[in-house]
């Protein structure tokens, strides 16, 4: 570990000279790259200097308890050692955390798309409760979701509904909300009070900017048409909705939430990148087997992730066995401890992979 570390404080030496270099100041995004990477490495510079001074006060105290006679030196000096050997093990657990490989995406913006799936009217209905649970967690991170697209259902909620979230960290932590979520509860329109089974499938995608995933136009078909809203109303006369369809990937991507169809158009090109990623990230996966066993947040939109049991009040988390029996507080966006176990079964899962190579 020690080796590790010293190779990232190199590094982050020879980054902050670059930094200052003429060449790289004028070069934005050179400089943006770099000066991100700076601020990256800083936070793991830091703690392993916190911990090096941590080894030198105890080795220090070491000394003292070895050559020290008088009683009232050596009795402070095992006073520091039993402070300073916990805090030792807590440097290096942190360490091991921040020298887990970092998925580079993870301070990304995201796309959050819902679909309806099993249970018609229900399904739609859970959909909307999914879209208005995510609303809440956004909210309370002080994140910024806006909607791009959606598709009422016939009895409230929505069949497909694709947003955008903004702030920070956003990517790292809804990344694990991927996969089909799961509704046992009595529908409104069930008379008998049967409980139904019915499921949502959620996927989040980082944006990808121009660089990352290049679009050729030349593939991209651009239609425009009136944005509309509930019961299918004319919201305007002009024609500021976009539809573009990748021909070589049949993809289609609709925005009408701006009234300008400029701005709907950048929209939905950045709902287009992060598909196309999605795609060419999941091709690479299968290509060198990367993808872990575990499942935990890999983002794969197939797999079931977690089941909401309204009678019972219980939400549980299938990856990783974990249950909650406050499902009134989840649904109103309390999601954090779930993604906080996902993130620490992740990290865990990675570090074993670490040990293994």
Same mark, same amino acid.
């Given at each position: 570990?020690?080796? /590790? +570390? ?7 030496? *020879?980054?902050?000279? +670059? ?14 790259? +770099? ?14 200097? *916190?911990?090096?001074? &941590? ?13 020290? /006679? ?5 009795? #402070?000096? /095992?006073?520091? #050692? ?34 309806? =799936? ?14 208005? #649970? %995510?609303? !809440? ?34 990517? =790292?932590?809804?990344? %694990? ?7 046992? !509860?009595? @529908? ?5 009070? $049967? ?8 996927? &989040?995608? @980082? ?35 976009? $539809? ?25 090109? /950045? ?24 499942? &935990? ?13 309204? @009678? ?37 899962? !990675?570090?074993?992979?670490?040990? #293994?190579?």
């Amino acid at each position: 570990m020690t080796d /590790k +570390l010293e190779e990232i404080k190199h590094r982050f030496e *020879e980054v902050g000279q +670059l930094l200052v270099q003429p060449d790289i100041i004028t070069d934005m995004k050179k400089y943006s790259q +770099l000066n991100k990477e700076y601020k990256d490495l800083e936070k793991v510079v830091r703690k392993y200097e *916190e911990y090096q001074n &941590v080894l030198s006060n105890i080795e220090s105290a070491k000394d003292v308890l070895n050559t020290e /006679k008088d009683p009232e030196f050596r009795e #402070m000096a /095992k006073a520091e #050692m039993e402070e300073l050997n916990p805090k030792k093990e807590q440097i290096e657990e942190e360490l091991k955390q921040m020298l887990i490989p970092k998925d580079p995406n993870d301070s990304k913006d995201v796309i959050l798309e819902i679909r309806a =799936g099993t249970g018609g009217d229900e399904a739609a209905i859970f959909a909307g409760d999914l879209f208005r #649970m %995510y609303q !809440r967690f956004a909210e309370k991170l002080g994140w910024k979701m806006s909607i791009m697209d959606f598709q009422e259902g016939t009895s409230g909620g929505y069949k497909e509904i694709v947003s955008s979230i903004s702030g920070e960290d956003v990517y =790292g932590q809804m990344k %694990y909300e991927s996969g089909v979520h799961r509704v046992q !509860r009595v @529908p409104a329109t069930e008379t008998q009070g $049967r409980v139904h089974t019915s499921a949502a499938s959620v996927a &989040v995608l @980082p944006e990808m900017d121009e660089v990352e995933v290049e679009i050729d136009m030349n593939e991209v078909r651009k239609d425009t048409y009136c944005s509309s809203g509930p019961g299918g109303q004319s919201v305007n006369t002009t024609y500021s909705a976009i $539809r573009l369809t990748h021909i070589p990937t049949g993809i289609v991507v609709t925005c009408q939430d701006q009234k300008s169809q400029l701005k709907n158009f950048d929209k939905a090109l /950045k709902v287009l990148r992060s598909r196309l990623y999605e795609i060419e990230l999941k091709k690479h996966n299968e290509e060198v087997g990367a993808q872990r066993k575990s499942m &935990v947040g890999s983002g794969d939109r197939s797999d079931k992730i977690r089941t909401y049991n309204y @009678p019972q009040g219980r939400v549980t988390d299938h990856r990783i066995g974990y249950s909650q029996h406050n499902l009134p507080t989840v649904m109103d966006g309390e999601i954090g401890l779930f993604i906080e176990k996902l993130r620490l079964a992740d990290h865990a899962a !990675r570090m074993s992979e670490g040990s #293994m190579d």
